[in-house]
């Protein structure tokens, strides 16, 4: 039943006269980050030196941060089934179905070259709002610049999967990637770490084809920039890696699904980058990505530089030409490749 007054107030006054205490109130918890922040940089600073001295015991600390179910080790793939999608003179076209969980599919698009000896294989990483199919060209390409078929065609095999992503409706149901995250958190784990531990077990599964050689990339635009920093850093068998308009200050982009407890006390992009080290690092930014400033980025890669002194020539910073897409320039796909492929 609805409530009925029924006594007089003790005191009346304006809506607003409270608000004065309120923006007080708001600045002080604004004050307090910056002085935890300026706290949190030194923190960060001084445990880069944990990262210099083991980088196994920081990779774990890393593992750890992230969540279930990466702290534990990992469980028999229960199920794979590919589905076949294109067959055509020398290339092989699959979807890749993974039952990694009773229950839990994790899915991915697959590119193999037809050829006599084992090759390479790149993960292709989509971004935001995307799918394997889009990053693969298979009815559009958008801001992926065609990065699936342009990395097939040098020679490599690729895997493309998915993740909790997509684009609704145009994709799928909406993929509620907040929510779900927020609930992964509460009981120990983290979207982030969900799907580079089902990446990894797709290595796990790719190893044993005979025709891979042993020899893992990842690449990736924006979300999928993310994801290949982070996947390099926490999977050590991946020897290359190119992170393509992600990497950047993440105190200013701190993004709900890109923060942890206590992360700027220990891993912000440039210590991410650290773990990724003595293997071949290249970040790429555009100089006119609206989402994240190059110059921000080329301040975070001055950190990450002093963490790969010991192999200063495995570590890549560009800046291209354009926004926020994968860049349509060579170069950095071919030392990418090149990289890769040495022994």
């Known amino acids: 039943m609805a409530y009925e007054k029924k006594i007089a107030p003790l005191y009346e006054e304006p809506a607003d006269a409270g608000n004065g205490y309120r923006s007080a109130y708001l600045e002080g918890i604004r004050a307090l980050l910056r002085d935890r922040r300026a706290e949190a940089e030194a923190g960060r600073h001084a445990f880069g030196e944990t990262i210099r001295d083991d980088r196994e015991k920081a990779r774990r600390d890393f593992r750890a941060m992230l969540g279930w179910p990466l702290d534990e080790s990992p469980r028999p793939i229960l199920s794979v089934r590919e589905i076949p999608v294109f067959e055509d003179g020398g290339v092989l076209i699959t979807r890749a179905v993974l039952e990694l969980f009773p229950g839990f599919p994790f899915y991915g698009i697959l590119f193999r070259h037809k050829a006599e000896n084992p090759l390479p294989l790149v993960i292709s990483k989509h971004g935001g709002l995307g799918t394997p199919e889009i990053c693969s060209s298979f009815f559009d390409s958008a801001n992926y610049n065609d990065m699936s078929v342009r990395l097939f065609r040098r020679g490599v095999h690729v895997f493309a999967p998915q993740?909790?992503?997509?684009?609704?409706?145009?994709?799928?149901?909406?993929?509620?990637?907040?929510?779900?995250?927020?609930?992964?958190?509460?009981?120990?784990?983290?979207?982030?770490?969900?799907?580079?531990?089902?990446?990894?077990?797709?290595?796990?599964?790719?190893?044993?084809?005979?025709?891979?050689?042993?020899?893992?990339?990842?690449?990736?635009?924006?979300?999928?920039?993310?994801?290949?920093?982070?996947?390099?850093?926490?999977?050590?068998?991946?020897?290359?890696?190119?992170?393509?308009?992600?990497?950047?200050?993440?105190?200013?982009?701190?993004?709900?699904?890109?923060?942890?407890?206590?992360?700027?006390?220990?891993?912000?992009?440039?210590?991410?980058?650290?773990?990724?080290?003595?293997?071949?690092?290249?970040?790429?930014?555009?100089?006119?990505?609206?989402?994240?400033?190059?110059?921000?980025?080329?301040?975070?890669?001055?950190?990450?530089?002093g963490y790969y002194r010991e192999a200063p020539d495995k570590l890549e910073f560009h800046v291209f030409d354009g926004v926020h897409e994968f860049s349509p320039e060579d170069e950095g796909l071919d030392r990418f490749v090149a990289a890769l492929s040495s022994d």
């Open 163 to 305: 993740t909790l992503l997509w684009e609704s409706p145009r994709f799928g149901p909406a993929n509620e990637r907040s929510e779900i995250d927020n609930s992964l958190k509460q009981v120990g784990s983290s979207i982030t770490a969900l799907e580079i531990y089902s990446i990894s077990r797709c290595l796990d599964w790719l190893s044993e084809k005979d025709f891979t050689d042993g020899r893992f990339g990842m690449a990736g635009l924006s979300y999928g920039g993310f994801y290949t920093l982070y996947t390099a850093a926490a999977e050590p068998r991946i020897r290359a890696g190119l992170a393509v308009s992600h990497f950047n200050d993440r105190i200013r982009h701190n993004w709900h699904d890109k923060v942890w407890f206590g992360s700027a006390l220990r891993f912000l992009d440039a210590e991410v980058g650290a773990l990724v080290c003595p293997r071949y690092l290249r970040i790429e930014v555009g100089n006119r990505d609206p989402l994240f400033e190059a110059a921000d980025a080329e301040k975070e890669y001055e950190v990450l530089k």
